[in-house]
């Protein structure tokens, strides 16, 4: 039987806020190896001190992103939101498109429509509803999510 694992309320506040570091071990920069004071858990304070360090101190992009463990590319964008936002640019964003692209307002009222007008309609059969009237192959689970989602904005 192990030791019972103590809390740590910083990586548990991180990890709320979206912004603990998921790869704290890339992490091979002098400062954050030898003083406590950067820890590189805090995926925002990795990020300003890569910036910093390249930027600032004008170290060489690809050592340093390579340092910090990320890519060339990723340098560049964290400048650019950086510029643009100051640290809130530095916050993860959230993966993948900010929402159905597919099902816009006219197939969305088209959905409305058919499940107003025929009731005994089985979910089911509705992506191939879209599919003759629109031509466009969408998923069950996506047309769910996004009646889902309609509902709360009314």
């Given at each position: 039987?192990?030791?019972?694992v103590?809390?740590?309320?910083?990586?548990?506040s991180l990890?709320?806020?979206?912004t603990?570091?998921?790869h704290?071990?890339?992490i091979?920069?002098?400062?954050?190896?030898?003083h406590p004071f950067?820890?590189p858990?805090?995926?925002?304070q990795?990020?300003?001190?890569?910036?910093?360090?390249v930027?600032?101190?004008d170290q060489?992009?690809g050592?340093?992103?390579?340092?910090f463990?990320?890519?060339r590319v990723?340098?560049y964008?964290?400048?650019?939101?950086?510029?643009?936002e100051?640290?809130a640019?530095l916050?993860p964003?959230r993966?993948g498109?900010g929402?159905?692209?597919?099902?816009t307002?006219?197939v969305l009222?088209?959905?409305?429509?058919i499940?107003?007008?025929?009731?005994d309609?089985?979910?089911?059969?509705l992506?191939?509803?879209?599919?003759?009237?629109?031509?466009i192959?969408?998923?069950?689970?996506?047309?769910?999510?996004?009646l889902?989602?309609s509902?709360?904005n009314?």
């Amino acid at each position: 039987m192990g030791l019972p694992v103590r809390p740590d309320p910083k990586c548990d506040s991180l990890r709320r806020h979206a912004t603990l570091n998921p790869h704290p071990e890339r992490i091979r920069d002098a400062l954050f190896l030898t003083h406590p004071f950067f820890d590189p858990r805090d995926l925002v304070q990795v990020k300003y001190e890569l910036l910093h360090r390249v930027f600032v101190e004008d170290q060489p992009v690809g050592v340093t992103a390579a340092t910090f463990g990320f890519s060339r590319v990723t340098v560049y964008q964290l400048r650019k939101r950086f510029e643009a936002e100051g640290l809130a640019g530095l916050m993860p964003r959230r993966k993948g498109p900010g929402r159905a692209s597919k099902l816009t307002e006219e197939v969305l009222a088209y959905i409305w429509q058919i499940l107003q007008d025929e009731p005994d309609l089985r979910m089911a059969d509705l992506p191939g509803r879209i599919q003759q009237r629109f031509g466009i192959t969408v998923h069950l689970r996506s047309v769910k999510r996004a009646l889902k989602q309609s509902e709360k904005n009314d």
